[in-house]
């Protein structure tokens, strides 16, 4: 059972370079998020996945995509990376229904420059 | 806007000493979560708080919900090394609330030195 897995760990960009962050779950959990994280400003819910089949912005959405793939896997895409998007990434995935509300369980992260 | 303002930001003690961390918000919560994230890694669940009132013991740590459900703190005596992190707290937040999603304050970082 690995929990919540991403790829890459780090990764470095040049400005206008795309990528994708893959994000995996296997605790069969329905919701899953991705945030990043930056000095000071606190984790930020960039979009999220209620369920399979639907995705919605969260408080930074701008310049991301996201994709839900399947129940398991979530990706986030930057089509045009910017400096100010150097950041951590993680994703995370909340329990199932029925058990305590809220409590989600976090990836590694994703460590990302922008040159 | 739903805030979590969390204080201090920044905490350095010794090994043995005691310490409160502090979580507050103008704004009332359904209940609150407070995280442990190590460096390099992401944030991992230590407790959930519910009622207001609520006291919760994981070992040498101590969480309390206040009883206006606005803020919580997080207590740990004798603290250890081990201990070191950053030390967040979060709740349901604005973003489809019933969803799941949570607002996280911006943490305390706490270091304990041997």
């Known amino acids: 059972n690995a929990g919540v897995t991403q790829t890459p760990k780090f990764q470095v960009l040049k400005t206008g370079q795309s990528m994708t962050l893959q994000c995996a779950q296997d605790?069969?959990?329905?919701?899953m998020y991705w945030y990043r994280q930056d000095p000071g400003m606190g984790l930020r819910l960039i979009y999220y996945?209620?369920?399979?089949?639907?995705?919605d912005k969260g408080e930074v959405p701008n310049g991301y995509n996201v994709s839900r793939l399947n129940k398991r896997e979530f990706s986030l895409r930057l089509e045009s990376a910017a400096p100010s998007q150097t950041s951590v990434y993680f994703c995370?995935?909340?329990?199932?229904?029925?058990?305590?509300?809220?409590?989600?369980?976090f990836g590694p992260g994703t460590r990302l420059t922008v040159t | 806007t739903q805030l979590l303002e969390q204080s201090p930001q920044f905490l350095s003690i010794q090994e043995g000493e005691n310490l409160t961390v502090y979580c507050n918000s103008s704004?009332?919560?359904?209940?609150l979560q407070w995280y442990r994230q190590e460096p390099g890694e992401g944030p991992v669940l230590l407790v959930t708080?519910?009622?207001?009132?609520e006291v919760k013991k994981l070992k040498r740590l101590t969480f309390q919900f206040g009883d206006a459900r606005k803020d919580s703190s997080l207590h740990i005596t004798a603290a250890q090394p081990g201990d070191t992190g950053l030390y967040l707290c979060?709740?349901?937040?604005?973003?489809?609330?019933?969803?799941?999603?949570?607002?996280f304050g911006k943490g305390t970082k706490l270091s304990v030195k041997p």
């Open positions: 979060a709740g349901p937040g604005i973003y489809g609330g019933s969803q799941g999603n949570l607002i």
């Open positions: 995370a995935s909340r329990v199932l229904p029925g058990q305590t509300p809220y409590e989600q369980y």
């Open positions: 704004s009332v919560f359904s209940s």
């Open positions: 605790m069969n959990h329905n919701s």
């Open positions: 996945s209620a369920s399979e089949g639907t995705t």
């Open positions: 708080v519910v009622t207001g009132g």
